[in-house]
Antibody, heavy 123, light 106 residues
Framework: EVQVAESGGGLVQPGESLRLSCAAS????????MSWVRQAPGKGLEWVAN????????NYVGSVKGRFTISRDNAKNSVYLQLNSLRAEDTAVYYCARERDTGTYYSQIFDFWGQGTLVTVSS | DIQMTQSPPSLSASVGDRVIITCQAS??????LNWYQHKPGKAPKLLIYETSNLETGVPSRFSGSGYGTDFSFTITSLKPDDVATYYC?????????FGGGTKVEI
């Protein structure tokens, strides 16, 4: 059974850092692109970043470029999101999601998601 | 970035009703449009990918159609378990972007 589970969320002050983790199981992790998607309170879903199967390519939404870093450890079946210089507007539930393998370079079809971890940025 | 405009933002319908949600892209995305169901506190769930392909295990009362810039999502006979927020999402170009969501209530 495919499973992804996020951890690492919490309450931090503006300007501080946090590292989110996502542990995957039930599939060949190294064969899939992985993404982070967030949902601010009362808002819709927003894609944040993704990372190629081998970690060699990473993409980010404009609002987090230069502040957030996505990485992965295929030996540990895990993907991470380092959040630096956090702002109040980064407050959200952060979801880890697998991107479906469609045979193309990447698909951006999110076929399995975790239940999310809450990040709250407040003084 | 491609903007996705979803409507209505919310709707209330009765069990057994036909429910239709629309999604409009700011540019031509051909067939690259997906639909998700999201219940509070749960993981979002992929229902339909590339406009009209039903994800494995998803009931056939869910369907999708469209092409280019205009898409629709239909629940043919609403059930109590369908109470959720539904999102469209384009996967034609980075960054992938979502519609604002439609909250479906009974």
């Amino acid at each position: 059974e495919v499973q992804v589970a996020e951890s690492g969320g919490g309450l931090v002050q503006p300007g501080e850092s946090l590292r989110l983790s996502c542990a995957a199981s039930g599939f060949t992790f190294s064969s899939f692109w992985m993404s982070w998607v967030r949902q601010a309170p009362g808002k819709g879903l927003e894609w944040v970043a993704n990372i190629r199967r081998d970690g060699g390519e990473k993409n980010y939404v404009g609002s987090v470029k230069g502040r957030f870093t996505i990485s992965r450890d295929n030996a540990k079946n895990s993907v991470y999101l380092q959040l630096n210089s956090l702002r109040a507007e980064d407050t959200a539930v952060y979801y880890c999601a697998r991107e479906r393998d469609t045979g193309t370079y990447y698909s951006q079809i999110f076929d399995f998601w975790g239940q999310g971890t809450l990040v709250t940025v407040s003084s | 970035d491609i903007q996705m405009t979803q409507s209505p933002p919310s709707l209330s319908a009765s069990v057994g009703d036909r429910v239709i949600i629309t999604c409009q892209a700011s540019v031509d995305i051909t067939k690259y449009l997906n639909w998700y169901q999201h219940k509070p506190g749960k993981a979002p769930k992929l229902l339909i990918y590339e406009t009209s392909n039903l994800e494995t295990g998803v009931p056939s009362r869910f369907s999708g159609s469209g092409y280019g810039t205009d898409f629709s999502f239909t629940i043919t006979s609403l059930k109590p378990d369908d109470v959720a927020t539904y999102y469209c999402q384009q996967n034609d170009n980075l960054p992938p972007t979502f519609g604002g969501g439609t909250k479906v209530e009974i």
